[in-house]
């Protein structure tokens, strides 16, 4: 078949993977200017394309029918080509509800922030009453069916979900949020529509604040699920939809490994490593080839200070690789950014080992003995259980402790 996607920017799209995963199919990309629009619907063969931002409604005048899913939600993601009929759906919508579903989110009587008044918020105002929620549009220029930031702000304490259907906190523009949740005290659930990266800064905010928070990727599989459908008029079988997810997840997510120093990062990340056949990163083996000095040398020339920096730098450089273990100093958590970077697209691995099981000196600045060690796993204790996902006990052999990040992980 003939199948792709319009938007623009698409550099990143995952699309043709998903596509490709659930029916077998190639799909692609079709990055186009909107004065593109008519002559590409108008003259390019296809049987059937999605619509991606900005495009969900300047498609429509262009289209000969709209089905009844996309005249609800006012706007277009999938055209498919029918005896040479443009017909336009939204697949957003079911997407999302079934995302809403899986999660077993009630937002049942519950007033919802929906923030953003683009295609992908429609699709979401619907959805919310589908699961008979009460949803709010939240726009910087509010219409007549919205309300400004400000307002949603001084009526926080009403809200009890919000969804983030605009694309800030999208790659590559990943370290923005689209509100502050420290203003909602009454929050128990946040849903981040945005599927790259993995985890937006957010969804992060809302795990730390104890709320109940999820990405887009699921819902960008379930609507290309219900894409597919309209494309081939057959029913895909649905357990792909789940194997597309968990493809999708351990191609792109990198796994961290963070702990006190002496817990053995090093040498079993670099064994996860081998065992999974991931490439990986060191951040002193970093900095050492950077700076060409080592650990020591680098704290007694700059200070804790200018290698804290170093890491940050780090942590930046490489949260947007795929599928790498990405191996941290024991002080990378003493910095919420660099965890916020880290956590992006990473699933972070505590290291746990007894405190008198520890290595002590070898070229570790802060903890040349036990008395340093004991100060700095209480200075860091909270910080290792706030960022961590799992906790992989490392006081028996590394084989074990391999295994057992192996079974964590599903490598």
């Known amino acids: 078949m003939r199948l792709g996607l319009i938007g623009h920017p698409l550099k990143h799209s995952w699309s043709p993977e998903i596509h490709y995963y659930l029916i077998g199919e190639e799909y692609a990309l079709y990055d186009l200017e909107e004065k593109e629009l008519e002559n590409f619907l108008f003259r390019e063969e296809f049987d059937g394309i999605n619509v991606t931002a900005p495009y969900k409604k300047a498609v429509i005048p262009y289209l000969d029918d709209l089905a009844q899913t996309a005249v609800k939600v006012g706007a277009v993601n999938c055209i498919v080509k029918e005896n040479g009929r443009l017909?336009?759906?939204?697949?957003?919508?079911?997407?999302?509800?079934?995302?809403?579903?899986?999660?077993?989110?009630?937002?049942?009587?519950?007033?919802?922030?929906?923030?953003?008044?683009?295609?992908?918020?429609?699709?979401?105002?619907?959805?919310?009453?589908?699961?008979?929620?009460?949803?709010?549009?939240?726009?910087?220029?509010?219409?007549?069916?919205?309300?400004?930031?400000?307002?949603?702000?001084?009526?926080?304490?009403?809200?009890?979900?919000?969804?983030?259907?605009?694309?800030?906190?999208?790659?590559?523009?990943?370290?923005?949020?689209?509100?502050?949740?420290?203003?909602?005290?009454?929050l128990e659930g946040v849903i981040d529509l945005v599927a790259n990266p993995l985890r937006t800064h957010l969804v992060q905010e809302a795990a730390e604040r104890g709320i109940d928070a999820y990405g887009g990727l699921e819902m960008l599989v379930a609507q290309?699920?219900?894409?597919?459908?309209?494309?081939?008029?057959?029913?895909?079988?649905?357990?792909?939809?789940?194997?597309?997810?968990?493809?999708?997840?351990?191609?792109?997510?990198?796994?961290?490994?963070i702990g006190m120093p002496g817990s053995g990062k090093s040498s079993i990340g670099k064994k996860f490593a081998e065992a999974t056949g991931r490439p990986y990163i060191d951040f002193d083996e970093e900095i050492k080839e950077e700076t060409g000095l080592t650990i020591p040398e680098f704290f007694e020339r700059y200070g804790e200070e200018a290698f804290r920096d170093k890491e940050t730098e780090i942590a930046k450089r490489y949260k947007d690789f795929r599928g790498i273990v990405i191996i941290t100093g024991g002080g990378v958590v003493k910095r919420e950014q660099n965890m916020r970077f880290l956590k992006e697209n990473g699933l972070v691995l505590r290291l746990d080992r007894d405190l008198q099981l520890l290595e002590t000196g070898n070229g570790r600045p802060l903890s040349s003995g036990k008395e340093d060690l004991l100060k700095i796993y209480e200075e860091r204790k909270d910080l290792y259980e706030k960022y961590s996902d799992f906790r992989i006990p490392n006081d028996g052999s590394e084989e074990d402790t391999v295994r057992e990040m192996m079974r964590v992980t599903g490598d």
């Open 87 to 186: 017909i336009g759906y939204n697949t957003d919508l079911a997407g999302l509800s079934a995302m809403i579903g899986a999660h077993g989110t009630d937002l049942k009587g519950k007033k919802t922030a929906i923030l953003g008044t683009g295609g992908a918020s429609m699709a979401a105002l619907h959805a919310v009453k589908e699961h008979g929620g009460i949803p709010v549009r939240v726009s910087r220029h509010p219409g007549p069916n919205e309300i400004s930031y400000a307002q949603m702000y001084e009526d926080a304490a009403s809200f009890r979900f919000l969804i983030n259907a605009t694309p800030v906190g999208l790659f590559p523009n990943s370290n923005a949020v689209p509100c502050d949740l420290s203003k909602f005290p009454h």
């Open 224 to 257: 290309a699920f219900e894409a597919d459908k309209l494309f081939t008029g057959k029913l895909p079988d649905p357990s792909r939809i789940h194997g597309c997810l968990q493809s999708l997840i351990r191609a792109r997510r990198n796994i961290v490994i």
